[in-house]
């Protein structure tokens, strides 16, 4: 028997845990998830109350009876309370409900239903996710009240200010995703002591200063993303110690300094397929154990850095899992390395805009699954290998569109044929085909 008792008016809420026997799941528009029970069940469980409201199995729904699914009545997941409401259907949640809610999802809310006097009333509250609120409230700062959360996913909620220093209270929190919000200011390095972290997602905010030093303590993380941020400071070294780590991402910030995890090929990352640290201010030379250290790699991206007369390693030749390999406009210079023919997965290679000199190597002919291939910007000189026109999976090659690579000859090699994918290719950017001169 629900209990009645005066609540603060709050957002729009819709409330997921498992569905009870008694209703069926229907779907009845592109907004709402809805549910349906039978007339003997709203009987038992509706009819009575006024307001009439459900509680079961951890879902709470305003019910309302609908002409057009006949007697039975429609169950809208939609509380703890909208402002356009009435306050006498908050009056029917009582503290005995909050203490078994498992799952708060909140859609497009007024982010007061996440305030102090109200979110740590959830007793045993593991998933909290929200997306595209349509308000600008802060986090509250004692969210770690929540004990029991495991899983926080706020994305796209308009929140400013700072992440909560509370959280590093969570002791079960293992998902944290608070990516393009509003949030200003420092990671703050208390959370570094949630040490269940797997996922821990912070893109597209305004987060300044650096990358917590200690971040290494979340031995657990397999997913780091931070990109689009404003982040500075060097790439603290502990985080080699997260040898979990699946995927991390660092783009769009102004981090600087050497790479510091790719001198010690006993701390290997087994695990990480997906590498992107484009769009900082990285320097130094490029690591020559990357493929010791990061085996799986699948896509390596450090373009538009600043790394100083830097070349590309032939041991990245060894890196067989590769499918995208980007260093544009970062700095590098020497030859291309004969061995990166060996990346037999490759789908795009972009090398662009750098001070790579000499030839283009033949070896590239044997990258069979290529479809993007950038080469442009640089000073290579020679002509184009014949044997390029055997990658028939081509849809983008910049040979020599705009500047650069002055050296390299013009004229379609002979053997190259109009069927081939690379020949329209170089025909569009001013290539010659010899036997049409002649």
């Known amino acids: 028997m629900l209990q009645h008792f005066p609540v603060e008016i709050v957002a729009s809420i819709f409330l997921w845990l498992s569905i009870p026997d008694a209703v069926r799941q229907r779907r009845l528009s592109h907004s709402f998830n809805s549910l349906i029970c039978s007339d003997a069940f709203a009987r038992r469980h509706v009819a009575h109350h006024n307001p009439p409201i459900v509680y079961c199995n951890g879902y709470i729904f305003l019910a309302k009876q609908s002409a057009s699914i006949g007697p039975h009545y429609y169950l809208r997941m939609l509380l703890l309370e909208n402002p356009t409401l009435p306050p006498a259907y908050a009056r029917a949640i009582t503290d005995a409900l909050f203490s078994t809610i498992k799952e708060l999802y909140v859609a497009r809310l007024n982010m007061l239903a996440l305030q102090s006097h109200f979110i740590h009333r959830f007793k045993s509250i593991k998933r909290l996710r929200g997306y595209g609120a349509t308000s600008s409230l802060e986090l509250p700062t004692d969210l ?203 789908k795009s290679l972009n090398l662009g805009l750098n001070s790579l000199r000499g030839e283009i190597p033949k070896s590239f002919g044997m990258l069979a699954q290529l479809q993007k291939l950038s080469l442009n910007g640089n000073c290579l000189h020679g002509w184009v290998p014949v044997e390029l026109a055997q990658l028939q999976s081509l849809i983008l090659a910049n040979i020599k569109t705009g500047f650069g690579n002055a050296g390299i000859v013009t004229t379609i090699p002979e053997g190259m044929t109009p069927d081939s994918r690379l020949y329209e290719f170089l025909w569009n950017q001013g290539f010659k085909d010899a036997e049409l001169e002649e």
């Open 144 to 346: 770690g009240k929540c004990e029991t959360l495991e899983n926080i996913s706020l994305t796209q909620c308009n929140i400013p200010g700072s992440i909560p220093v509370s959280l590093s209270d969570l002791k079960n929190l293992s998902y944290l995703d608070l990516s393009e919000n509003c949030l200003s200011g420092h990671i703050p390095s208390e959370l570094t002591l949630c040490v269940m972290l797997t996922h821990l997602i912070l893109n597209n905010n305004q987060l300044d200063g650096p990358i917590p030093a200690e971040i290494g303590k979340l031995t657990a993380l397999q997913i780091l993303c931070l990109q689009n941020n404003e982040l500075t400071g060097g790439l603290p070294a502990s985080l080699s110690h997260c040898r979990s780590l699946t995927k991390l991402d660092l783009s769009g910030n102004s981090l600087a300094g050497e790479l510091p995890w790719f001198q010690n090929a006993d701390l290997p990352w087994m695990s990480l397929d997906y590498l992107d640290l484009c769009r900082n201010q990285l320097s130094g030379a490029l690591p020559d154990q990357l493929d010791a250290i990061c085996p799986a790699l699948e896509t390596l991206n450090l373009s538009y850095n600043r790394f100083t007369k830097a070349s590309i390693p032939p041991t990245w030749g060894n890196l067989v899992n590769l499918l995208e390999l980007d260093l544009a406009w970062c700095g590098i210079v020497g030859e291309i390395p004969e061995e990166l023919g060996n990346l037999g997965r490759l």
